[in-house]
């Protein structure tokens, strides 16, 4: 029998791939959960990495003519019961302020007094609260379009928590736009998503599909919702991102009225659309592997890890010096346009064990220096997209000269082995007993191993969304964007339809 191969991660992805996820998190140091129910600490290597997600979306929506603003963390219960739609969906996960002091009891507890007037919603998203300042600001057509993102944390209640993927509170940024006519609205919804998806292939190196969601799974209040949809290793959807087209109904609610070119008077034409940091658990169950986090350079914390390694203490201040001055000649270089990010861990500890912190946090590169390795003007390279073993020595000049070919190079690994597990998974199904087979495991021990990406024909009938849905657990993810016409039968009753849709088990 073969020896196993030893891992970092206990369980590997194959025995377990949601407490594998977990490990992930918590051996990569991103985050942690915390004594308040439902909500996450996301620790300085979770958090830079979301930073540099949120810099680099940021100065996309900057290129598509938006700017930044912020809106109030309360939302008047009044404001959310203008939409009818809206209020009913958020309703159930919706925390409450109702008092606004402490006071001491009979029993020296403190208790909620001061009861409000009116409560207020704690932010599960920001489109009253913002509409009702669009609609100040409105008057005009001139006024128009308002291109405005915000970048802020919201809350929905939820039971059951994993972190960055379903937490009570959660970062994002959420895009409200208020336009003059229709057209506008609809290409400025398209464009962010557009948007979306360039993120998420270029930054992120998740190949996603586009698409629009069914009305079960529209945004509650919009007309059309789009969304860009990923594979994860486990063969199960993450909706990474939504932009929706809102039409008038929150104009309308909120009273966005603008004066015409011709002298009428018009609601506004709205969309918002958001990206939030679920999309790190995105990363870590796309890239990762037995042996943790595996970060995408474009976004990585940092891009190269130096490991001083002192073998006798007579070596410390040459190996130091030499490993400065590495540093500094890597950041001396550019990747992406900005300095390559370097680190230089010289922690007295365990060189293997401080190598295995590294593997498991992602770094892209780490690189060993040690009193031999200077002698020949050689540095000794790990690729995490590569086995840990797997170790190369390199002349230290040419290392250095190709660091952004490099990273470029894992960058594109990434994408392109994420893009192939997708493509490999997606399947056009014909037949119900198919589509049934595909989705249930074949092997019971290894229930996570089975599923996918399924095209298939559906008719457009809510019943037959739901009734899939109860039996296998498996939604409709999105209507293709670019979808070939093709005359075909419904999977579920077998009435004419005219194109695939994609149908998954979701997260
Ligand atoms: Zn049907």
Not at 18 to 38: F, H, K, M, N
Not at 135 to 143: E, F, G, L, P, T
Request: with cysteine.
């Amino acid at each position: 029998m073969a020896k196993k191969e030893q891992t970092a991660i206990e369980p590997t992805r194959a025995d377990d791939y949601p407490e594998w996820y977990q490990q992930v998190i918590r051996a990569a140091d991103l985050a942690e959960t915390s004594p308040v129910r439902g909500c996450m600490v996301i620790k300085p290597w979770g958090c830079a990495l979301w930073e540099n997600m949120r810099a680099a979306l940021d100065g996309m929506f900057r290129e598509t003519g938006h700017v930044n603003a912020y809106f109030p963390l309360f939302i008047p219960l009044s404001f959310l019961q203008k939409e009818a739609e809206h209020v009913e969906g958020f309703a159930k996960e919706c925390a409450v302020v109702t008092h606004h002091r402490l006071e001491a009891d009979a029993d020296g507890r403190l208790v909620p007094a001061g009861p409000l007037e009116e409560p207020l919603v704690v932010r599960p998203t920001s489109e009253t609260i913002i509409g009702a300042m669009y609609a100040k600001w409105v008057q005009s057509y001139r006024d128009l379009p308002v291109l405005v993102n915000q970048w802020a944390n919201v809350v929905r209640w939820e039971m059951r928590t994993r972190l960055f993927l379903r937490t009570t509170e959660f970062l994002w940024q959420e895009g409200h736009t208020a336009h003059e006519t229709r057209q506008e609205a609809w290409d400025e919804t398209l464009k962010m998503l557009g948007v979306y998806k360039r993120f998420a292939e270029e930054y992120m190196a998740i190949p996603v599909l586009t698409g629009e969601k069914t009305a079960a799974e529209r945004f509650p209040g919009a007309v059309n919702t789009f969304c860009i949809e990923a594979m994860m290793q486990d063969r199960k959807a993450l909706q990474a991102g939504t932009s929706h087209f809102l039409g008038q109904n929150f104009a309308k609610a909120s009273e966005i009225v603008y004066q015409t070119r011709d002298g009428g008077r018009e609601f506004a034409w709205t969309t918002s659309w958001g990206v939030s940091t679920r999309l790190i658990g995105g990363i870590a169950m796309v890239h990762g592997d037995d042996n943790g986090m595996v970060m995408p350079p474009m976004l990585a914390p940092s891009h190269v890890v130096i490991l001083p390694i002192l073998r006798a203490d007579g070596d410390r201040e040459t190996v130091m010096s030499y490993c400065a001055e590495l540093a500094a000649s890597l950041r001396a270089r550019t990747y992406a346009g900005a300095p390559v990010r370097v680190e230089i861990d010289a922690r007295d500890m365990n060189a293997g064990e401080k190598s295995w912190q590294w593997i498991k946090k992602g770094i892209p590169l780490r690189v060993e220096v040690g009193p031999r390795d200077i002698a020949q003007n050689a540095v000794f390279v790990g690729r995490r997209d590569r086995p840990p073993r797997e170790k190369s020595g390199q002349p230290r000049d040419a290392f250095v000269a190709g660091i952004a070919p490099l990273l470029a190079e894992i960058q594109a690994g990434l994408l392109e082995r994420a893009r192939e597990f997708r493509n490999g998974n997606t399947a056009r199904m014909d037949s119900m007993d198919d589509f049934r087979s595909f989705f249930t495991p074949a092997n019971a021990e290894k229930p996570e191993i089975h599923g996918g990406f399924a095209l298939a024909h559906w008719c457009g009938k809510e019943e037959c969304e739901t009734s899939i849905n109860d039996e296998l657990s498996v939604t409709i993810r999105c209507i293709p964007t670019e979808r070939e016409a093709e005359d075909g039968a419904c999977i579920a009753c077998g009435a004419p339809a005219a194109g695939r849709v994609i149908f998954a088990k979701a997260y």
